[in-house]
């Protein structure tokens, strides 16, 4: 089995459980809704998809020029042409790239090695898992806590450099940031790695099953492969998270300090209840909604952020892959990663509508 | 239940270092990691004809004759008992194999094996998506025979003067024939991947490593001094030099930008080597495409770019001046275009131009073409010279960037630019292939010759071309020395008279590595861990001190 395959039976299995649990639970509407949200999934990466596959072919540039050099001659261009399918017309093309969408046959891709996609996701895309979920995580505990804290203590020195700290970290730019890190923790306090996901000469002690070198590692029970995965994610991760994380800082505190005016919440204060409780257990629970909102919309910033950080630390990842292919004009990689990207895009933002329904029993579809 | 949580936390950190602490390091290999920006296209010799893949494939084989270690100029046989016995028509090579020469998992190879892989090349070769068969084998080879278990044939198409430099290539290479099928290409064969060279490819994973191994039954000269060469890929050269910087890598290669050179000479525990590299860097000319048709208009340009300017300026001293497409050090090389134009030369400029009507009224617009994202980016910054070079006579100059893949597609797809920036490294080191690619069908778009049906050069379009390809064509296939120097002085001359291209620099390479990377004082220079100027990098001139 595919690697990738394996991980989209790991991530897909609970995803679909989950569906199912919420479906058969969940009230006439919720059921109503999931079933149009499915169905609605499908045409619009088919959308995205053929806007790429037109888009990629009117932009100047030709992959196989690209890819031949200026000593490519003719002969050469035409007969790698025939080869790749250029040579056919173009709605051709796009019946056999919908056809090989319906079957879930990436093709190969058209420069470079001619590798099957398939195999070059296979490599590429857990190592942007690897990178993109740690990174949401530092994200939004960091966030969430942190909005929370300045909500809490309203007006104080903590709010104002909270709130100083959500907007300079948004700001910044991430080759920046990462840069620096760089430069402080592996130059100039020899600390964390540089570059790359694992110490090289520990990779090749490694037999990857998942390419998620954490879960690979401890599978296999490689525990200085775990540590060495470990310490090569904590720049990466930090330079994602913390410029991710100002955004869930601003909108975490807005909605807890309204949460905090709240009836039951001052009945709670009445009562004797804990600060901490109050804010804790009761205002942020109840004003985690639009929180949620937003995970499901820095999705996509989340992936172009990868590509950046993938590039500064050298992280062999999907978003690295596509800026890549871009410039060489590789239509089937490009058209292949962007459904990738739509369809987890769009996976995510079923799962946060699903999340509300569980969270919030007032919401109805 | 927070305290139950905290407690299996704490648990789960204590067990992880615990095994981790327990866990027994895998066997100490002495390793050498070389970072590169490259990516593997092909490791398939019928097909590969990228530097990189030469590299690795140079590494894990050996072929008939092979560069001496740290020399450009030197061929010396490899897996050949001795040097081939060419007959009295130049047209055939006869080799004897050297005995006992086995491939890394034990096979050994015998003539009749290697011919039928050589066969490869000639048959599936043109198939393959690379097609480095079209450029080396198909012009050249007619056939490839193994008349028995130790001789090897090459019949010729026509007497090739510079057959043994092609001989050197990686396309000669034997290939396992367990990896690489008669009948088809395989650019990424599984590994472990064989070959007769010093090492074998034990693992690789593509964009991130790949992992070389000694060959245990090696016998030649180049036996590793290592137990295991790990290359590492990287995206930006920025990150290549941080991971120098940190001990990451032991030895950051190509490519680094002047900028990082200048950085990382400064840092302690590292040394740079300068290996003053065949890269050039030149402007392609539409002799076809106005104003650049005009014979003046092009001895005007060629009058004005003061090399030294942008050596010093842009290259901080790192490159060298070309005057003629064909290289110092290379057969016949002479400073043609120093010669006749002496540039800077703004009234001699001024004078060309006026003859042809343009004055400080009438200034000559051209456009001048450049891909900023493939060559460095310190490409923008040298077109900006020249650009201003051109602006201190009567020329009117715009610059142009474009993506690589849009510009690649336009310079060679007939609707190319007046001017562009194109690079350039041979796949063999002979004049003939730094300056036949530029004249013959087309020339790569500088249409001094238009592709003709029949013909193995195109119809030139002048007196001077058809003079130009004469000579040419003539120096392909004299196979005595000093007739074929001669021959490629004139032709260099006609060359820069025709201005067809018009030769910039040479880029050094450089090669940074850390205090305890040695290279070998029996063969060239250490300084570049024996690299020589045809940048072939042999891992076994490697050793590693604690």
């Keep these: ?365 | 239940m927070k305290n139950k949580l905290q407690m299996i936390l704490a648990a789960l950190i204590v067990a992880v270092m615990v095994l981790t602490a327990c866990q027994p390091k895998p066997a100490e290999k002495v390793t050498i990691t070389i970072g590169v920006t490259d990516q593997i296209a092909s490791l398939d010799s019928a097909d590969a004809y990228a530097t990189h893949d030469w590299e690795l494939l140079k590494n894990i084989g050996e072929g008939l004759l092979v560069w001496k270690p740290g020399s450009a100029s030197e061929l010396i046989p490899g897996i050949a008992q001795d040097m081939p016995t060419v007959s009295e028509d130049g047209l055939t090579y006869t080799f004897k194999l050297k005995p006992g020469i086995k491939f890394a998992d034990g096979l050994e190879l015998t003539a009749p094996m290697y011919a039928q892989q050589l066969n490869r090349l000639l048959t599936i070769g043109p198939s393959c998506p690379n097609d480095v068969a079209d450029a080396l084998a198909i012009p050249y080879v007619e056939s490839i025979t193994a008349p028995d278990d130790s001789t090897l044939v090459f019949k010729l198409k026509v007497p090739i003067a510079y057959f043994p430099q092609i001989l050197a290539s990686a396309p000669y290479l034997p290939s396992h024939p367990d990896k690489f099928p008669v009948d088809q290409c395989v650019l990424f064969p599984e590994a472990p991947i064989y070959g007769v060279g010093p090492w074998y490819i034990s693992q690789y994973t593509q964009n991130e490593q790949l992992v070389l191994e000694p060959n245990p039954y090696y016998q030649g000269i180049r036996k590793p001094q290592v137990d295991q060469i790990i290359i590492r890929y990287f995206s930006d050269p920025q990150t290549m030099a941080l991971a120098v910087q940190n001990g990451e890598i032991d030895i950051a290669w190509r490519f680094l930008d002047p900028e990082l050179i200048d950085q990382l000479r400064g840092v302690e525990g590292l040394t740079v080597g300068d290996i003053e590299g065949g890269f050039i860097r030149y402007l392609i000319i539409n002799h076809t495409m106005p104003p650049m048709d005009d014979p003046n208009v092009v001895k005007a340009f060629a009058s004005l770019i003061d090399r030294d300017a942008i050596v010093d300026t842009v290259y901080k001293g790192a490159a060298t001046l070309l005057y003629s497409m064909n290289p110092p050090g290379f057969l016949g090389a002479t400073d043609a275009f120093d010669t006749m134009y002496k540039a800077p030369d703004v009234a001699a400029a001024n004078a060309y131009l006026a003859a042809s009507g343009y004055d400080e009224n009438n200034k000559c617009a051209i456009e001048l073409w450049y891909p900023p994202d493939h060559y460095g980016a310190a490409t923008a910054a040298w077109v900006e010279l020249i650009k201003q070079q051109l602006e201190a006579a009567n020329f009117k100059v715009e610059l142009k960037a474009q993506e690589w893949s849009t510009y690649v597609t336009a310079l060679t797809g007939g609707e190319s630019y007046q001017v562009g920036v194109l690079g350039w490294f041979y796949d063999y080191p002979d004049p003939s292939n730094y300056l036949d690619p530029f004249v013959y069908n087309g020339g790569m778009g500088t249409n001094v010759t238009v592709p003709a049906e029949g013909s193995p050069y195109g119809q030139p379009i002048n007196e001077k071309a058809q003079q130009l390809v004469d000579l040419l064509a003539q120096a392909d296939v004299e196979t005595d020395l000093d007739a074929r120097t001669e021959l490629y002085r004139q032709a260099q001359d006609v060359y820069a008279d025709l201005v067809v291209t018009l030769p910039i620099i040479i880029l050094s390479e450089h090669i940074t590595y850390r205090s305890n990377i040695h290279g070998s004082p029996e063969y060239g220079s250490v300084e570049t861990l024996n690299i020589a100027t045809n940048l072939e990098f042999n891992y076994s001139m490697l050793t590693k001190t604690p």
């Design chain 1, 1 to 365: 089995m595919k690697p990738i395959s394996f991980i989209l039976l790991i991530l897909g299995v609970p995803l679909a459980l989950m569906l199912l649990y919420v479906f058969l639970k969940g009230s006439m509407g919720l059921r109503k809704y999931i079933l149009t949200r499915i169905a609605l999934t499908l045409p619009m990466v088919f959308i995205l998809a053929s806007l790429v596959f037109f888009i990629m072919r009117v932009l100047p540039g030709d992959p196989v020029r690209s890819a031949l050099g200026p000593r490519g001659t003719a002969e050469q261009a035409e007969h790698m042409r025939q080869a790749l399918g250029l040579d056919k017309p173009l709605l051709v093309q796009y019946g056999i790239f919908l056809k090989d969408m319906v079957t879930f046959n990436f093709g190969n891709s058209m420069v470079g090695g001619h590798r099957p996609i398939i195999d070059e996701m296979s490599e590429r895309f857990p190592a942007t898992l690897e990178l993109i979920i740690p990174s949401s995580i530092v994200a939004l505990v960091i966030g969430i806590w942190g909005g929370t804290w300045a909500a809490a203590r309203r007006k104080t020195i903590v709010d104002y450099s909270l709130r100083l700290y959500s907007v300079i970290i948004y700001s910044l730019p991430i080759f920046w940031f990462g840069l620096m890190l760089q430069l402080l923790f592996g130059i100039r306090f020899k600390l964390l790695p540089v570059a790359g996901r694992i110490d090289p000469v520990i990779r090749t002690t490694l037999q990857p099953v998942t390419n998620l070198y954490m879960i690979d590692s401890i599978l296999s029970g490689n525990w200085p492969a775990l540590a060495s995965a470990l310490s090569h994610l904590v720049l990466p991760t930090i330079t994602l998270g913390l410029v991710l994380s100002g955004v869930f800082v601003r909108i975490t505190r807005i909605n807890v300090i309204e949460t905090l005016q709240a009836d039951y919440i001052a009945a709670a204060r009445a009562r004797g209840i804990r600060e901490r409780v109050v804010v804790y257990g009761h205002a942020l629970k109840n004003a985690m909604i639009p929180v949620i909102t937003l995970i499901g919309l820095q999705v996509a910033i989340l992936l172009a952020g990868a590509v950046l950080t993938e590039t500064i630390f050298n992280w062999p990842g999907m978003g690295g892959y596509l800026v890549q292919r871009i410039s060489a004009r590789d239509y089937t990689a490009v058209q292949s990663v962007i459904a990738m990207f739509a369809l987890l895009v769009a996976l995510i933002s079923l799962l946060v509508d699903l999340i509300y329904s569980l969270l919030d029993p007032r919401v109805r579809y």
